[in-house]
């Protein structure tokens, strides 16, 4: 059977929806996608905390409380302590994430059974304002997961798996100040996003999470070998020798100063790996000043026939900046033939 796919924005919105109406959900997907970052950002969305828990690396007692003699009498009972004495405490929207459950032993999935479905354990009710979350990579993926139990899966209102997504990737690395070079190499080389490979080795794959680090590493200012080799290590060597190949292409652009000076008179390039680019860089740059001059460039853009690159061009303006949109040269824009094309592609 297969499992229901699901892209990061949709991912997004479904979870601030059911946290907000305390209903739990179980995420899945391949290492390094966003699962965690996304569920964290759905939990700020809907004003919620977050307990984050690591069950596979806890033991049963975690969710049950720890056997605990009443003083003065012969008996015992189960006290709560670390994350669930947190939760029991807790009088404000709560996301308790369970992170990487399917690489939990099934003694400790079970221990949380009666707190997902009853919620309540051994004489502990769970408050209201709690919402359990989890998510777990996929059996495939050769990550230490051995399945989750199938009482443990029916207590989650909906099991979804997340795929990534070029354009909500896009959309988060422009928000994140992903550098614009690796932005317009991902979009030049979609299928690099996220190409996660099983293997034994002690090599990385290109995924979401690791071209993030990319991002970082080139801020470092390193020079050109020590770069290429910690790049390739963080996405592997292909990958990497390939986005490097790109750089070298991207450090001899048109110059983006001169079309912010001159937009009539400045080339257009042909090539679609020269255009992504170009394209990306020119919107990084866009604000008040230079809004109506990109806008220039990319109706030239669009009557030398590549209307797609015109319009993910300002697209990305409007992104960075939606105040652009009230602008005097943003209202020409949106009423005239580019604006039609602008609105056709969101």
């Keep these: 059977m297969e499992t229901m796919v699901i892209r990061p924005l949709q991912l997004a919105n479904y979870l601030s929806a059911s946290i907000s109406a305390g209903h739990p959900v ?53 006290l709560p302590f670390g994350d669930l004495a947190r939760a029991l405490d807790s009088t404000v929207s709560t996301v308790w994430f369970l992170d990487d459950l399917g690489q939990a032993s099934p003694a400790v999935q079970a221990s949380f059974m009666q707190l997902l479905l009853a919620r309540r354990v051994n004489g502990h009710i769970l408050p209201d304002c709690v919402t359990f979350v989890a998510a777990t990579n996929r059996r495939t993926d050769r990550a230490g997961v051995s399945g989750v139990l199938e009482p443990v899966k029916g207590r989650f209102y909906t099991i979804l798996e997340l795929e990534p997504s070029l354009d909500d990737w896009s959309n988060w690395a422009i928000d994140n100040d992903i550098v614009p070079e690796l932005i317009a190499f991902l979009r030049f080389r979609p299928d690099l996003l996220s190409a996660f490979e099983p293997t034994a080795d002690l090599t990385n794959s290109p995924t979401p999470r690791t071209w993030s680090h990319v991002s970082s590493i080139l801020n470092y200012n390193l020079s050109r070998d020590i770069e290429t080799l910690a790049i390739c290590g963080a996405v592997g060597e292909g990958a990497g020798m390939e986005f490097m190949a790109f750089l070298a292409m991207y450090q001899d652009l048109p110059n983006i100063d001169a079309i912010l000076v001159d937009p009539d008179a400045s080339a257009i390039p042909e090539k679609p790996a020269t255009l992504y680019a170009l394209t990306t860089g020119l919107a990084m740059r866009a604000n008040d000043q230079t809004f109506g001059r990109i806008a220039k460039y990319a109706q030239r853009i669009v009557d030398a026939g590549h209307g797609e690159f015109g319009a993910l061009l300002l697209r990305d303006c409007l992104k960075r900046d939606e105040s652009l949109i009230q602008s005097p040269d943003g209202v020409r824009l949106i009423s005239g033939d580019l604006g039609k094309l602008i609105s056709g592609g969101l």
Excluded: C, Y
Aim: hydrophobic letters at 45%; a negative charge.
């Design 26 to 78: 179980l995420v899945t997907g391949a290492p390094g996608i966003g699962k965690s970052d996304i569920i964290a950002q759905a939990a700020r969305t809907a004003g919620a905390e977050v307990i984050l828990s690591h069950p596979v690396v806890s033991d049963p007692t975690d969710a049950k409380g720890l056997p605990w003699k009443v003083e003065g009498e012969n008996v015992a009972t189960f």
